[in-house]
């Protein structure tokens, strides 16, 4: 039976328990959350809207905040009850630096770990995508890969350019070795004049996205969590 102290929390959280209330609050503010009544123990991450990096974007945007993430992949990985980790994308892309730490944290993860694109995987969300150890696109969702870009004040000086420069290979060399694409399909998408009205780039759907190597496979939640169930059952098995 509860006490009083219990039915005054109770209504104070809005009909939750109090686990229950911490897990909504956990799902509102990071876009985390972890299901103990499955299967698997598994989590799920979400990367949504632009990835938010050293400098701090107005209120109104959506974000994902990058000292958000950080700290849990961390947990995630330390964690013996966590089976495996399934990361929801749909992001406009972002921060490159703060969009790369992630993708880097997440590839050098031993937990099994499965991503799956859900409306766009932009810009430094295409390195996000591929992260993880088997990837997956709904056939509606986009991608856009383009070279790298910086506004605001820019030095107009060689070294501007080298730093662009070396920049865009640490992305490239990033995604082709998390994933099937080659070198230079990867950098025909990115310079192609022909798809973007106002910059260079190409813009591929989930069929194109797996046609070319950048996507494992076509599927939806169904499937990336199947798949994410199969490698926690069969560790080591090689696809």
Not at 144 to 162: A, D, F, W, Y
Not at 200 to 229: F, H, K, P, R, T
Request: negative net charge; hydrophobic residues 40%.
């Amino acid at each position: 039976m509860q006490n009083h102290d219990d039915n005054e929390n109770y209504e104070e959280n809005g009909g939750f328990s109090t686990d229950e209330s911490e897990k909504m609050d956990t799902i509102r503010e990071y876009g985390q959350v972890a299901i103990p009544n499955a299967k698997h123990l598994i989590h799920c991450l979400n990367i949504i809207g632009q990835v938010e990096g050293h400098y701090i974007l107005p209120p109104q945007n959506k974000t994902t905040k990058y000292e958000h993430i950080i700290p849990a992949l961390v947990a995630i990985e330390q964690d013996l009850s966590i089976e495996g980790l399934v990361i929801i994308l749909n992001t406009v892309g972002g921060d490159v630096e703060a969009g790369l730490a992630i993708a880097e944290l997440i590839a050098s993860m031993k937990t099994p770990t499965v991503s799956l694109v859900v409306g766009g995987g932009h810009s430094i969300g295409v390195p996000l995508a591929v992260c993880a150890k088997r990837s997956f696109i709904v056939p509606s969702a986009t991608m856009t890969i383009h070279p790298v870009r910086m506004n605001g004040l820019v030095l107009g000086i060689p070294q501007t350019l080298s730093y662009f420069d070396k920049m865009q290979d640490r992305i490239i060399r990033f995604v082709i070795s998390n994933s099937h694409i080659s070198e230079e399909k990867l950098r025909e998408f990115m310079m192609s004049t022909g798809e973007l009205m106002m910059d260079v780039g190409s813009v591929l759907d989930g069929e194109q996205a797996v046609e070319c190597g950048l996507i494992d496979q076509l599927g939806g939640l169904s499937d990336a969590v199947e798949c994410l169930y199969d490698m926690i059952e069969n560790p080591g098995r090689e696809d």
